[in-house]
């Protein structure tokens, strides 16, 4: 069972849009040539790099990243993008609960102003009920009166 899952992983992370490892990769670059040559053996790193489409550089704009979209470069580090998306994801999360509240709260007002509404019209009728039925009965007791 989890050698299939194994084999799957690949596939689902091409599914939902993830690459292999889309999370920020340092690359070590190995220099070929004795540490005689007055070079360090510190490791160097290289960041990737993507090109933004352009709702990607809407994003980056929309995160504050940059000014406006003709600012933001051909080519942008990973790292980079990975924060936009998410404080986008998290700015657009926190306006949905916002909405989804306030939202609510107009449901509910609105609900009780039918209720409100629907509870005044019962009242008119069961009033208008009674004073037929009062009517009635008088005009019985009248009628009864008479034939006595």
Same mark, same amino acid.
């Given at each position: 069972?989890?050698? *299939?899952?194994?084999?799957?992983?690949?596939?689902i992370?091409n599914?939902?849009?993830?690459?292999?490892n889309?999370i920020?990769?340092?690359?070590?670059?190995?220099e070929?040539?004795?540490?005689?040559?007055?070079?360090?053996?510190? /490791?160097? %790193?290289?960041t990737? *790099?993507? *090109?933004?489409?352009n709702f990607?550089k809407?994003i980056? $704009?929309f =995160?504050k990243k %940059? /000014?406006? +979209?003709k600012?933001? /470069?051909?080519r942008? /580090? $990973?790292?980079?993008?990975?924060?936009a998306? =998410?404080?986008?994801?998290i700015?657009?999360?926190?306006?949905?609960?916002?909405?989804t509240?306030l939202?609510?709260i107009? +449901?509910?007002?609105m609900?009780?102003?039918r209720?409100?509404?629907?509870m005044e019209?019962?009242?008119?009728?069961?009033?208008? !009920?009674?004073?037929q039925?009062?009517?009635? %009965?008088?005009?019985s007791?009248?009628?009864?009166?008479? !034939?006595?």
């Amino acid at each position: 069972m989890s050698g *299939s899952m194994i084999r799957l992983r690949p596939f689902i992370r091409n599914i939902r849009g993830f690459k292999t490892n889309s999370i920020l990769r340092d690359t070590k670059t190995s220099e070929s040539g004795s540490s005689t040559q007055g070079t360090s053996n510190q /490791p160097k %790193y290289n960041t990737d *790099s993507v *090109s933004p489409t352009n709702f990607q550089k809407r994003i980056l $704009v929309f =995160s504050k990243k %940059y /000014p406006s +979209i003709k600012d933001v /470069p051909d080519r942008v /580090p $990973v790292d980079l993008m990975q924060t936009a998306m =998410s404080k986008c994801r998290i700015r657009i999360a926190n306006w949905m609960m916002v909405f989804t509240i306030l939202g609510c709260i107009v +449901i509910i007002s609105m609900g009780k102003m039918r209720k409100s509404e629907k509870m005044e019209e019962m009242k008119t009728q069961h009033d208008e !009920i009674r004073r037929q039925i009062t009517a009635e %009965y008088k005009n019985s007791l009248k009628q009864q009166t008479d !034939i006595k």
